[in-house]
């Protein structure tokens, strides 16, 4: 097991999905959180939920409710609210709607951590995936300077930020459940 611990994003606006993603059925799980939940507990020692209200969720966690309310629902918020809450250096970020990243690309990412990096984030041809990968305290004062500037683009920050991008082949693992037409594919997979 893992000793990095693994935060779920699970407190986006889901306006592209029309409900929220993270109480979605999966599964056999009652929602795509407690599904994420189940399966990362058996690659980490340790997870967290980062969201906005953890009485939306009728389960145990440990949460990290943000540190914020108002109309703010962009990760950089739960980035503050984590660092601010964690005693670790680095945690591994993963969205709540990508339930297919297995360990196979966790390991990659992992190992990268420890290396003077601010960041180790996946990418493939699509793109880069900001919400799978490694953030290190280093980011801490950034983050917390695009907050109170209302700066929310993780791509700008990861581009000017010392990080390694890991290249991935294969996208099918970083399927994103954003519209019904992903979430009704992800359940024909599973």
């Not at 979605?24 to 507990?41: D, G, K």
Request: hydrophobic share 40%.
């Amino acid at each position: 097991m893992l000793d990095i611990p693994c935060v779920i994003f699970a407190g986006g606006k889901s306006s592209r999905m029309g409900e929220d993603k993270a109480l979605l059925p999966f599964a056999s799980y009652t929602t795509l959180t407690e599904f994420q939940l189940s399966r990362l507990s058996k690659i980490f020692k340790t997870i967290y939920i980062s969201c906005r209200n953890k009485n939306k969720f009728d389960f145990d966690a440990n949460f990290i409710e943000d540190v914020q309310k108002g109309d703010i629902f962009a990760p950089t918020l739960g980035f503050v609210s984590i660092f601010e809450k964690i005693k670790e250096n680095s945690f591994f970020a993963i969205s709540v709607d990508t339930p297919f990243v297995s360990l196979k690309e966790i390991d990659k990412l992992v190992e990268f951590n420890g290396l003077a990096y601010d960041a180790v984030v996946a990418k493939t041809e699509e793109g880069i995936h900001p919400l799978c990968g490694i953030y290190s305290r280093s980011l801490q004062r950034s983050f917390e300077d695009m907050l109170l500037h209302d700066n929310h683009k993780l791509g700008f920050l990861l581009k000017n930020a010392n990080t390694k991008y890991v290249d991935f082949s294969d996208s099918k693992a970083f399927l994103n459940l954003n519209h019904p037409h992903d979430y009704q594919k992800a359940l024909t997979l599973i």
